[in-house]
T-cell receptor, first 118, second 110 residues
Framework: DTGVSQNPRHKITKRGQNVTFRCDPISEHNRLYWYRQTLGQGPEFLTYFQNEAQLEKSRLLSDRFSAERPKGSFSTLEIQRTEQGDSAMYLC????????????????FGPGTRLLVL | QQQVKQSPQSLIVQKGGISIINCAYENTAFDYFPWYQQFPGKGPALLIAIRPDVSEKKEGRFTISFNKSAKQFSLHIMDSQPGDSATYFCAASGSEKLVFGKGTKLTVNP
């Protein structure tokens, strides 16, 4: 299967703990995105990478959040000192990146990591 | 600040009927408009997408209608089936990030 994979699928943690999620994009996709989705809402953009460079961060991404994409392959999203408001589904997506052709812009989403902060 | 407004919030149709979901946007810089389908516990999956240089695009039972002057676009699902029961999101992009609507929960009764 060459789709986007995310681990873990579920994470329960206590308030104040740190958590880290991993995303493996589709091979050869040079863009990788992180979104957050809360119940009853559409996904909200957090940040994206072009290869290993983090090019844009949303205001939603507070200083407790950090994302990396070493070597332009997989990415990790870390949340430090978790708060109950961080409970959400964290979605990763990847795309080929070129905006010239419609199919190249398609963002393919992984299954998400559902975080519950107690 | 909601840049893409989606309606209705929920929709119930009978099998074989037409499902219609509408979206409106504000940012004229948006130039890419995809629709995603999401089943419970899964990530969103692309259904169909359009650019504003065409007014309609059809793929199988799914059609996007686009009205650039009104800044509106809609998804039509023809011959709706129970397997189409899911949440549908419209989205828009003018750069790299997608801006999503709040979603429409579609239920197709057998």
């Amino acid at each position: 299967d060459t789709g986007v994979s995310q681990n873990p699928r579920h994470k329960i943690t206590k308030r104040g703990q740190n958590v880290t999620f991993r995303c493996d994009p589709i091979s050869e996709h040079n863009r990788l995105y992180w979104y957050r989705q809360t119940l009853g809402q559409g996904p909200e953009f957090l940040t994206y990478f072009q290869n290993e460079a983090q090019l844009e961060k949303s205001r939603l991404l507070s200083d407790r959040f950090s994302a990396e994409r070493p070597k332009g392959s997989f990415s990790t999203l870390e949340i430090q000192r978790t708060e109950q408001g961080d409970s959400a589904m964290y979605l990763c997506a990847s795309s080929r990146g070129d905006r010239g052709l419609l199919w190249q812009e398609t963002q393919y989403f992984g299954p998400g990591t559902r975080l519950l902060v107690l | 600040q909601q840049q893409v407004k989606q309606s209705p919030q929920s929709l119930i149709v009978q099998k074989g009927g037409i499902s219609i979901i509408n979206c409106a946007y504000e940012n004229t810089a948006f130039d890419y408009f995809p629709w995603y389908q999401q089943f419970p516990g899964k990530g969103p999956a692309l259904l169909i997408a359009i650019r504003p240089d065409v007014s309609e695009k059809k793929e199988g039972r799914f059609t996007i209608s686009f009205n650039k002057s009104a800044k509106q676009f809609s998804l039509h699902i023809m011959d709706s089936q129970p397997g189409d029961s899911a949440t549908y999101f419209c989205a828009a992009s003018g750069s790299e990030k997608l801006v999503f609507g709040k979603g429409t929960k579609l239920t197709v009764n057998p």
